[in-house]
């Protein structure tokens, strides 16, 4: 995980080309596997979905 720190200063710096810009995990900051309509990496999401915090998602079984 990222450092609070390093989210901070990433997200402060304005990019010199729009291309660069990087979708991030609003709470840990990790950059990759970011799902857009949650706005959170695979990991947060994952736990967040099993405390049943996020409205509308539920458990597969099988």
């Known amino acids: 995980m990222a450092k609070i720190s390093d989210i901070v200063k990433f997200t ?3 990019q010199k080309y729009p291309v660069r810009f990087k979708n991030r ?3 840990c900051g990790r ?3 970011y ?3 949650f ?3 695979r990991l947060c999401f994952r736990e967040l979905a099993h405390k049943g915090e996020i409205p509308g998602v539920i458990r597969a079984s099988w």
Do not use: H, N, P, V
């Open 12 to 14: 402060k710096k304005t």
């Open 25 to 27: 995990c609003s709470l």
């Open 31 to 33: 950059s990759r596997a």
């Open 35 to 37: 799902m857009r309509r």
């Open 39 to 41: 706005g959170l990496c």
